[in-house]
């Protein structure tokens, strides 16, 4: 088989395990709701199918054990209980490992023999007796069927081999299968990699109808099976004949249950993935991401041409050239925003990552911890997706850990016994922002100061506002536990998140009250490709000041800076005093500067600042660029991007310019306008 088809099967496996970990922790609040026993029974079907269709045995055999145990729940045979849950729980995290080829052999013999002992406790005639009235079908109905299967001659292609299928069905039960080989071709015209062979097959099974069909749920649209019950009714003793045609058309299927609805997107979305790089089914496709990548990066050469011809038009006043100009300016931003929107993705895959996490960190706590999302319908670039799961899980352990009090703490001051984690995200212009609150203790004031002041960050004579004391967690080994854990004690949790957030474009608010709980805020930009900015001008050098930031844009004149007798750099703005920083003097550009200046104001975590520049050029649609590793490590910028004419133009990373403007000692007080 293919690599790649292999890696689309990790991918899909790595899906299916999520929806496996979610269903057992919903199963811990609806212990009895035998729809989600369904689905992970089905979850953990495709992982075994999928894993013998690629010959990755050892995942298909010990997957085989789990499903064993839950198709026994799903019957009715055994009740399902808290133990089960973690012991399958367990089983998923083996199964992760043996993804990554770490798998733990003398582990996964223990869990085997654990799920075996389980299910040998089958014949427990009280644990019969509790099985839920809606059980499918007990066992010891024997039923026989008459099974036409006519595979699609090119199901090799989809990865689905159909021997695999009929052992399946032996499985069920006592089989007799008769071949039809009338429409195999003579051998000087035949494809040897297609089937040209239909099968009948009669099968005695006490299983049920939904077992036998759930044996074809992954076939393609093109594949054909008729389901006939022809045994006896166990009710009236007669004779029935029951049919079913379960793979037939669109139609045919949209008619389904909506259970086995569910069941044929996944299984079709696994076997299809096997076969190409992208899979189709009811009018979506899904593209391997490195190809979204590609398109978006050609998109981007695109705008930059698309300036240049801009730029070529204004110089010439040509009106046709112009008018050309105009809409080629025009459709190129329309196919840059879809570009982009194909890489949208919705956050809410990843929110639902972090339940796992919640249940065992409140464990292992001894916390009560109640986890909500909102907002996972929430578009976000795949990319930028991808990197915030380490920062959301150093968030979320230090909400736990350090934010959510104890039961008995909780109750002491008149709260509910358990706490709450909430992670939402919403649309903000431009932005996404990503919440992740508690309603804990909140962050100790005086206790960060006392740390601040113990590491030099802050002078004992110094008094900063709550705000200044909230941005120190995220200094590097910064931490004010008692003691060192193996979850928290180092220092080194919050200083990853502001890391990446910095890499990301974003910024973070941190927001707390004692007593009453703590929000973190992360402001992230909605794509990393291609932002909209403002272009500045420093003697010959460009800047682009990435406009979610921007507030507004003032003149300063050399008699305003005269006045500020040299003492500081404050910019008198509608009445306020603003600070501003000189990118002349941040960058070391050399050239006198004109008598008349230019402030933008941006505002970077509710706090104002200018930037003093020679020029305002204008907006600009900005496509980012990775800076060369001679530049890669100056403060203060996160790429560079090409304008029309040919000429760089370096992108500020607005925080970081303004923390390496402090740290030369600029007075940029924290004054608000």
Request: contains cysteine.
């Amino acid at each position: 088989m293919k690599s790649e088809h292999l890696n689309l099967f990790y991918e899909e496996a790595e899906e299916l395990i999520q929806t496996v970990e979610r269903c057992l922790l919903d199963l811990e609040e609806s212990i009895d709701d035998m729809n989600i026993v369904g689905e992970a029974f089905r979850a953990l079907h495709t992982i075994k199918g999928s894993s013998s269709m690629f010959g990755i045995d050892n995942i298909a055999g010990f997957t085989h054990d789990i499903e064993n145990l839950f198709e026994s729940i799903r019957n009715g045979e055994i009740k399902i209980t808290r133990e089960i849950i973690d012991l399958t729980l367990e089983a998923v995290d083996q199964i992760k490992l043996m993804l990554k080829d770490k798998e733990e052999h003398d582990k996964v013999e223990q869990i085997k023999n654990k799920f075996a002992a389980i299910l040998n406790s089958i014949a427990d005639e009280d644990i019969k007796e509790e099985a839920p009235v809606h059980a499918e079908i007990a066992k010891g109905n024997m039923e026989t069927y008459k099974i036409k299967f006519s595979p699609n001659p090119e199901i090799f292609f989809s990865g689905t081999n159909p021997v695999f299928l009929i052992e399946e069905l032996k499985e069920l039960g006592e089989i007799k299968i008769t071949a039809n080989s009338d429409k195999i071709p003579t051998i000087d015209v035949i494809d040897p990699e297609k089937v040209f062979i239909d099968w009948e097959i009669i099968l005695s099974t006490d299983a049920g109808m939904d077992a036998v069909k759930d044996v074809f749920i992954f076939l393609d649209d093109e594949s054909k099976v008729e389901i006939e019950k022809i045994g006896k009714s166990p009710d009236s003793g007669e004779t029935v004949v029951e049919s079913e045609e379960v793979v037939q058309d669109n139609s045919a299927k949209d008619n389904m249950e909506n259970k086995k609805s569910s069941e044929i997107e996944t299984g079709k979305s696994s076997v299809r993935k096997a076969a190409d790089s992208a899979s189709y089914s009811k009018g979506r496709i899904k593209v391997d991401s490195e190809k979204l990548d590609v398109l978006v990066n050609l998109v981007g050469e695109l705008v930059t041409v698309q300036g240049h011809l801009t730029q070529t038009s204004i110089g010439r006043k040509d009106p046709i050239l112009m008018s050309i100009a105009e809409e080629v300016e025009r459709l190129t931003w329309s196919l840059r925003d879809n570009a982009l929107n194909l890489k949208m993705v919705p956050i809410g895959s990843t929110f639902n990552q972090f339940n796992r996490l919640v249940r065992d960190l409140s464990r292992d706590l001894g916390k009560n911890v109640v986890f909500e999302t909102e907002g996972g319908e929430t578009e976000l670039d795949k990319n930028m997706i991808e990197h915030l799961h380490d920062p959301l899980v150093h968030i979320i352990r230090n909400c736990i850990d350090h934010g959510i009090e104890d039961p008995e703490n909780r109750i002491a001051k008149g709260k509910s016994e358990a706490g709450k984690v909430l992670i939402k995200a919403e649309h903000s212009g431009a932005n996404v922002i990503i919440t992740v609150q508690d309603d804990g203790a909140g962050l100790n004031v005086d206790a960060i100061r006392k740390k601040a002041i113990e590491r030099n960050l802050i002078s004992v004579q110094d008094e900063p506002d709550d705000k200044t004391i909230f941005r120190m967690i995220f200094e590097a080994g910064f931490s004010t536990a008692a003691k060192v854990t193996n979850l928290s004690g180092r220092g080194v949790g919050m200083d990853v998140v502001s890391k990446v957030i910095d890499s990301l474009r974003g910024s973070i608010d941190v927001d707390s009250k004692p007593g009453e709980g703590t929000a973190i805020k992360l402001k992230l930009p909605l794509t990393l490709a291609i932002i909209d900015g403002l272009l500045v001008k420093v003697s010959d050098e460009y800047f682009i000041v990435p406009l979610s930031y921007v507030e507004e844009c003032v003149e300063l004149t050399n008699e305003d800076i005269a006045e500020a007798n040299g003492k500081s750099l404050l910019l008198n703005s509608h009445g306020d005093l603003l600070p501003y920083i000189s990118l002349r003097d941040q960058f070391s550009v050399k050239g006198e500067a004109p008598e008349i200046q230019q402030v933008v104001v941006v505002n970077e975590n509710d706090s104002k600042t200018g930037f003093l520049v020679d020029e305002i050029i204008g907006e600009h649609q900005t496509v980012i660029k990775s800076l060369g590793k001679f530049i890669k490590d100056v403060d203060g910028l996160s790429g560079l991007t090409i304008l029309g004419n040919g000429t760089l133009a370096l992108i500020l990373d607005i925080p970081t310019v303004i923390k390496s403007a402090e740290r030369k000692e600029f007075e940029l007080t924290d004054i608000q306008v």
